[in-house]
């Protein structure tokens, strides 16, 4: 039996153990994954970062600064496994873990590769395994395709389609940019989007959003998301697409048909596929039998700490865990209190014993 679990070797998983191999605390970091990355693995090939490399770094070690100045997906994958190899950090994969269950001294992670046990887990599973799709009217009745953009590749598949992306944040701007190179692609999102100054970018977003975080904290008030953060990115594919005036979007339609949609106008366009840039929720199947996950899809916490079961800590799943938290920099706080709390939870319970 270990010390601690961690379940997840993308970036929220390896950022805690940084912190955990000072503690000399016993761990291992179980991935899902065949190789390094994490959910990076799985983006589009053109994806790009909105911060600079210095602004996109994990704890200990920045992200070498490349040609371009927002990384690309290749990039960040690079740099996730030169980061899991530099320190030396104890990952097991592919292991793909199915549930979580409690016993009265220690818990143990259910796998396809048997059963592991420790005095504490880590849950850093992020959100890629848990996109979120929209229901529609009459949307199983669409005959034409429809894929999330955690499963987008290129825009190659669609040449000479008739294409709705739909979502407004910087995913569905990115792969309108691109789709719309080579199809006839309609951006629908639920209100006008809102595009950044061309000089503003992530690192900016974050020193303000950090700014605003200090200050609720000085204030004794809970944080809550700040504006900005969703906010367009003016990357360089952006502004193309900005300058090829394709860079507009449209409310969303009201149901689907067999061939296409209906729009709130009683119009209907035909589709040939619709690329969903809609978001993600938390990947926490795994925890379903500690019954601790609650009707928003979301276990309530303290700081990182499950309250209904304290030997689980939550890492990286948005604000609810942590500020900016869902972030290559910002997970390093979480990660780090993290450490710091399961080091001192686990000393007590020696001394206790």
């Known amino acids: ?197 061309d000089d503003v970018d992530g690192r900016v977003l974050f020193e303000r959003a950090t700014a605003r975080w200090e200050a609720l904290q000085d204030n004794g008030a809970a944080a809550t998301p700040t504006r900005g953060l969703g906010d367009v990115v003016m990357i360089p594919a952006v502004k193309v697409a900005r300058a090829r005036g394709v860079l507009t979007s449209v409310r969303p339609f009201v149901r689907f048909t067999a061939s296409g949609v209906v729009w709130d106008d009683g119009t209907e366009s035909q589709v040939d596929a619709v690329i969903w840039c809609t978001g993600f929720a938390p990947a926490l199947e795994h925890l379903r039998p500690l019954n601790i996950i609650e009707s928003d899809g979301k276990v309530a916490v303290k700081g990182t700490r499950s309250i209904s079961e304290p030997r689980l800590w939550l890492v990286g799943y948005g604000e609810w865990t942590g500020f900016a938290s869902a972030t290559l920099i910002g997970v390093m706080r979480g990660a780090r209190q993290t450490a710091l709390e399961i080091e001192a939870a686990l000393r007590k319970t020696l001394v206790e014993i």
Do not use: C
């Open 1 to 197: 039996m270990q010390d601690v679990l961690i379940i997840g070797g993308g970036q929220s998983g390896l950022a805690v153990g940084y912190f955990l191999r000072r503690s000399g605390l016993s761990f291992s970091i179980l991935d899902g994954e065949t190789e390094p990355g994490g959910a990076w693995t799985h983006a589009w090939p053109s994806l790009t970062l909105f911060s600079p490399a210095q602004w996109s770094s994990l704890p200990g070690w920045p992200m070498p600064v490349g040609d371009q100045t927002y990384p690309g997906r290749g990039e960040v994958v690079r740099y996730l496994s030169q980061y899991e190899e530099r320190y030396k950090l104890p990952v097991e994969r592919p292991v793909q873990v199915k549930a979580v269950l409690s016993a009265p001294d220690y818990l143990t992670a259910v796998t396809d590769r048997g059963e592991w046990k420790a005095r504490s887990v880590v849950s850093a599973t992020g959100t890629w395994r848990a996109p979120v799709v929209p229901d529609y009217p009459d949307q199983t009745r669409f005959q034409g395709s429809q894929l999330h953009s955690a499963n987008y590749k290129g825009p190659e598949e669609f040449a000479g389609k008739s294409i709705l992306v739909v979502g407004g944040g910087n995913s569905g701007a990115q792969i309108l940019a691109e789709v719309s190179q080579v199809a006839r692609a309609t951006w629908v999102t639920l209100r006008e989007p809102t595009f950044l100054p």
